[in-house]
């Protein structure tokens, strides 16, 4: 079969990129990545110093003609996640309530206007896209749901903790997997639930099975309609739409072989660069940050008294389990509750190095070098657990060649 030609889109460093070349069988004909309001562009100058210049887009998506956007057969992104609400950018035109929010409908105008649309999408984004926003429960998922049904494709999705497979970072993220209704040859939505490709990628038992739905197609009436007044989502963290019937259900992970640790992935104390030491003195503060707090506190602006409480964060992170996600404030010395703090003595700590960081998210390490420290921890705060999408690579070639037969 000849290699499935690939569109990367919000390509940070290419962690799709590395994903599908390890599973094998892809080849990348387009990538873009532009960071909005930064004059230098980090992520997009490590993409070309990784993977070359050909191909590459360093301009905002948005500004890109659909016809500069070559052939492709999978259409991948992580696309970002902060502020969205998609449904508000249908009834404000200007859709601008969370910039970065409306960057759905550009994957959406690409799949719509391209001549040629992609056999398949994989997208992900954080797992909260299942039950956003507060008011209207899971409304901003079946706004997608319901725009890729009008676009001709069938969607499977998954919230997949990359731990719960064995890969070193408890990392929980929403895949997206979409194929064109043509191509799904008779499957249905039952069969897709059990033979699509995130399920033949991640075993699965079905916990809880969950409500059929049929949506809407008219996007204006869904988006006003939907779990109105429902507290809970109808999603579950596994689910298929066919034709705008949804199924979905929860499920749990199945797993049976080793487990990543924390511990396995840390480079040798001798390696590790002084400026990742806590200095004693500074002991104190993070202690203080990550741990249990229940305090009284006064907004300095305006004096209001609030109660504030907090649970304790594991200090030092423990070395026999696999690490906690990696944010993108992850980098620099600053004390912070989230950073990931590690004792291989149980005397001194330190902090993350950047291959480290990488190392949590099956990147090779010092694919990020060349940019400033806080920088490398930034991309890998942003990027995604590279096994996961191998996994998928592997098991969407076998979904394709079937659909081809
Ligand atoms: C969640 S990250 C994806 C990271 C990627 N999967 C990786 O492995 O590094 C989203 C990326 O989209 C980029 N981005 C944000 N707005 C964009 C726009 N308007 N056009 C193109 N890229 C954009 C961000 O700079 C960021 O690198």
Redesign the pocket.
Known sequence: MPALRVAE????????RLGLEQAGGYQVVYS?????GRRKQH?SAIYVQRFGADHHDN????SVPVEEVPDHDVLV?????QDYSVASTLRNARGLVGR?GV?WW?IHRLLRDHPHPPAHLVL?NVDRLLSSPAGQRGRDLAVMLSSLWGLGYAVEWRVINAADYGMPQRRRRMFLVGHRIERMSGMTAELLQDHGVLAGAFPFAVKRQGPSIQLEADLRKLSDRFNRDGRRSPFGNAGVMVNGLVLTRDVSPVHTGPATTLGDILQPEKDVPAAFRIPRGELKRWRYLKGAKREARKVSRNGFAYHYSEGAMAFPDPLDKPGRTVVTGEGGKAPSRFKHVVSVDGKRFRRLTPIELERLNMFPDDHTAGSPDTWRAF?MG???VVGIVERIGRALTVFHDHGER
Request: glycine letters at 16%.
């Open positions: 889109l919000f390509a940070g460093v290419g962690g799709f873009n990545q532009w960071e909005p992520a301009r905002d998506i948005a992104g992580g696309f970002p996640c970065k960057l550009q992900e991309f942003n990027a995604l």
